[in-house]
């Protein structure tokens, strides 16, 4: 897979963790059959042949409940005990992306985790633009692996619709698929 196309499924799973999906994000996943089996069976026959306002409540209502209420996919949440969201460079996350030339504007989003699961993709796909790939092995390496896959496995067993929960499924198998590509790609070991 080139370096475009791991881009955009990074900007693809950014948007999908970043906030519940509105009209216009439900009608173009409806224009997309492709991406939705690549999701999911169960995901394309819910999207293609579900209202779109039943969808738009329905995921609202599991998004919120999964990404917000219960659980959050923020690293610092998920891996250290205290509970607490490290800031600034005191951050892990923070700290790599500053150290590879990544400056994240908190200002700029609703997220207030420099270490969401949503900004860690967005910091996949400028790597990915960048062809920064040693780069972003070792982020999946010390960051998203850590933490991601557990995460959503856990996820995935609460979600209520089709569409997240075969999100998480095939959130899990891109991560691990594009490491083992990174891997080969660069014969690392």
């Not at 991406?35 to 026959?45: F, M, P, T, W």
């Not at 250290?80 to 150290?99: C, H, I, K, R």
Request: net charge negative.
């Amino acid at each position: 897979m080139d370096n475009r196309a791991r881009a955009f499924v990074y900007a693809f799973l950014s948007r999908m963790f970043e906030k519940e999906l509105g009209k216009k994000e439900i009608e173009d996943l409806k224009k997309s059959p492709e991406l939705l089996e690549a999701i999911g069976e169960e995901s394309k026959r819910y999207i293609l042949e579900t209202p779109t306002s039943v969808i738009e409540d329905e995921l609202n209502v599991d998004f919120n409940s999964l990404f917000v209420i219960n659980s959050q996919p923020v690293e610092t949440l998920v891996v250290d005990e205290s509970g607490e969201v490290l800031v600034g460079l005191q951050n892990p996350v923070m700290f790599f992306y500053f150290e590879n030339g990544y400056e994240i504007d908190m200002n700029r989003t609703q997220i207030l985790a420099p270490d969401h699961i949503s900004i860690e993709f967005g910091f996949m796909q400028n790597l990915a633009y960048r062809d920064e790939d040693r780069v972003a092995l070792k982020f999946l390496k010390e960051h998203l692996l850590t933490w991601a896959p557990p995460y959503l496995l856990a996820m995935q067993k609460e979600a209520q619709t089709p569409f997240y929960r075969e999100l998480c499924d095939f959130t899990i198998d891109y991560l691990l698929s594009d490491y083992e590509l990174l891997k080969e790609e660069l014969g690392v070991e």
